[in-house]
């Protein structure tokens, strides 16, 4: 079992983890654009958490607002009786409204941050939280700083055991990195698309932080599910507008496609699904790297967990990766 360190934490997880973003589902802003991936079966979502855990994934990563404190419910659930044998990280930054599924705004602070993570905390059914992430992607630096004793201390109490920023800036994840003694990790944007390591994962490195790698699967058009023709309806981000990167409106952006399919021959190499060569080619960029696909069935669970049989793609793919993207890039 291919086993990942989270940074300076010494809080060991199976290399691959789980997100529960989609098994949150609905939720959305004021105005009605959609945040979730459409409905869900929590059922299904409950077969697959422990299906998860049976095949020897051990981290899940969830956040408070996902399906407007469903998710954390969700994963409650299912790991019942299960706690000792996985690490958990959740999210806090985010205000919503859990009758109406709303978001209603930011929320930051040392006062909000304490409220918030004593309702993680119930709605997890759990005593402590492993990693507990701050959710405001672009906070400014300074402000966020504000939060770092408040953390310190929920660490001090035993209610969490470390804690990181959900950031795609090298600047906020250098700032805590650097300023607080048990920021051990940052959650980021990362996918083989980017075709190599990023600023971010750089400075996981010389930090000594883990790299939590969200949109491992670039929201699905890894799986080679999705084509040009391809439409998604309003009711999931990647259809609502929520989302203008990777699907504008339900559509696949064309420049991503393009780069998929320049690296599709390399991620399916050695008897590999498309979404096992994307993950395995993240182990391979680096050590730190913690993909956390999101599942919603127990099919995707087994799909990606297969992943680490397969184990990272070589140095030599790597750089053949780097240079079929360059000119799509």
Same mark, same amino acid.
């Given at each position: 079992?291919?086993?990942?360190?989270?940074?300076?934490?010494?809080?060991?997880?199976?290399?691959?983890?789980?997100?529960?973003?989609?098994?949150?589902?609905?939720?959305?802003?004021?105005?009605? @654009?959609?945040?979730?991936?459409?409905?869900?079966?929590?059922?299904?979502?409950?077969?697959?958490?422990?299906?998860?855990?049976?095949?020897?994934?051990?981290?899940?990563?969830?956040? $408070?607002?996902?399906?407007?404190?469903?998710?954390?419910?969700?994963?409650?659930?299912?790991?019942?009786?299960?706690?000792?044998?996985?690490?958990?990280? @959740?999210?806090?930054?985010?205000?919503?409204?859990? $009758? @109406?599924?709303?978001?209603?705004?930011? &929320?930051?602070?040392?006062?909000?941050?304490?409220?918030?993570?004593?309702?993680?905390?119930?709605?997890?059914?759990?005593?402590?939280?492993?990693?507990?992430?701050? /959710?405001?992607?672009? /906070?400014?630096?300074?402000?966020?700083?504000?939060?770092?004793?408040?953390?310190?201390?929920?660490?001090?109490?035993?209610?969490?055991?470390?804690?990181?920023?959900? @950031?795609?800036?090298?600047?906020?994840?250098?700032?805590? &990195?650097?300023?607080?003694?048990?920021?051990?990790?940052?959650?980021?944007?990362?996918?083989? #698309?980017?075709?190599?390591?990023?600023?971010?994962?750089?400075?996981?490195?010389?930090?000594?932080?883990?790299?939590?790698?969200?949109?491992?699967?670039?929201?699905?058009?890894?799986?080679?599910?999705?084509?040009?023709?391809?439409?998604?309806?309003?009711?999931?981000?990647?259809?609502?507008?929520?989302?203008?990167?990777?699907?504008?409106?339900?559509?696949?952006?064309?420049?991503?496609?393009?780069?998929?399919?320049?690296?599709?021959?390399?991620?399916?190499?050695?008897?590999?699904?498309?979404?096992? &060569?994307?993950?395995?080619?993240?182990?391979?960029?680096?050590?730190?790297?913690?993909?956390?696909?999101?599942?919603?069935?127990?099919?995707?669970?087994?799909?990606?967990?297969?992943?680490?049989?397969?184990?990272?793609?070589?140095?030599?793919?790597?750089?053949?990766?780097?240079?079929? #993207?360059?000119?799509?890039?």
């Amino acid at each position: 079992m291919m086993t990942r360190t989270l940074g300076r934490s010494g809080i060991e997880v199976s290399a691959i983890g789980m997100g529960c973003w989609a098994i949150g589902g609905p939720f959305s802003y004021p105005e009605g @654009t959609a945040l979730g991936w459409g409905e869900v079966d929590d059922d299904e979502s409950v077969r697959a958490v422990r299906r998860a855990v049976d095949l020897g994934v051990t981290f899940f990563d969830t956040a $408070d607002v996902y399906g407007a404190g469903h998710s954390e419910r969700v994963l409650a659930r299912a790991l019942e009786g299960r706690r000792d044998q996985v690490v958990i990280a @959740t999210k806090w930054g985010n205000r919503f409204d859990e $009758d @109406t599924k709303v978001v209603t705004g930011p &929320g930051h602070g040392p006062r909000y941050l304490r409220e918030a993570v004593e309702a993680s905390l119930r709605r997890l059914g759990t005593d402590y939280i492993d990693l507990y992430q701050f /959710h405001l992607n672009d /906070h400014p630096v300074d402000s966020a700083a504000e939060q770092l004793d408040a953390l310190e201390s929920l660490v001090d109490a035993g209610k969490i055991r470390s804690y990181g920023w959900s @950031t795609d800036f090298p600047d906020r994840a250098e700032a805590w &990195g650097n300023g607080g003694e048990h920021c051990t990790a940052v959650q980021h944007e990362f996918s083989v #698309l980017k075709g190599g390591k990023t600023d971010v994962v750089e400075v996981c490195e010389r930090l000594n932080l883990g790299c939590v790698n969200r949109g491992p699967l670039a929201m699905g058009l890894l799986t080679g599910k999705y084509t040009a023709e391809s439409r998604i309806g309003s009711d999931d981000i990647r259809g609502s507008g929520g989302e203008k990167t990777l699907f504008d409106h339900g559509r696949p952006a064309p420049e991503y496609l393009a780069r998929f399919e320049a690296v599709r021959e390399v991620l399916s190499s050695g008897g590999r699904t498309l979404a096992q &060569g994307a993950l395995g080619w993240l182990w391979a960029v680096s050590d730190v790297t913690v993909p956390i696909p999101g599942c919603r069935t127990v099919a995707q669970v087994e799909e990606n967990a297969g992943a680490l049989e397969k184990g990272p793609l070589t140095a030599a793919q790597v750089e053949e990766v780097a240079k079929l #993207l360059a000119p799509v890039l």
